[in-house]
């Protein structure tokens, strides 16, 4: 999982943040410790304490004292609204700005986003 172009306690936190978007950490459920964490990724603890700030930082996640970290009541669809959002400024608007450069009509941008349009931008056969 870990790769050497992002910092470590960047790629723990996005592979939390995963683990609550896909549902396979549920809201109220404890998070891996970051002892845990350093001991199965080989890290520094301070490192994957780094990661789960960020999460708690961002409200994702909330400590109670004593037993952990827990993921916070609507994380997940926080995570998804924000998510949703990255997506369409990353690949919705300018998909929608170079359609309109081509002339490329919603009707027929909607048809080869579905798979009905010839990939020239022409009408669905």
Sequence with gaps: MLDEGTPLFVQIAEQIA?????????EGERVPSTNELA????INPATAAKGI??????????KRRGIGMFVAAGA???LLTDRRKRFAEQYLDPMLAEARRLGIDDETLISLIR???????????
């Design 39 to 42: 001991a199965f990724y080989r």
């Design 76 to 78: 997940r669809e926080k």
């Design 18 to 26: 995963d683990d609550i978007a896909e549902g396979s950490l549920a």
């Design 53 to 62: 700030n960020v999460l708690a930082d961002d409200g994702l996640l909330e």
């Design 115 to 125: 798979g009905n349009g010839h990939r020239n931008g022409g009408p669905a056969a």
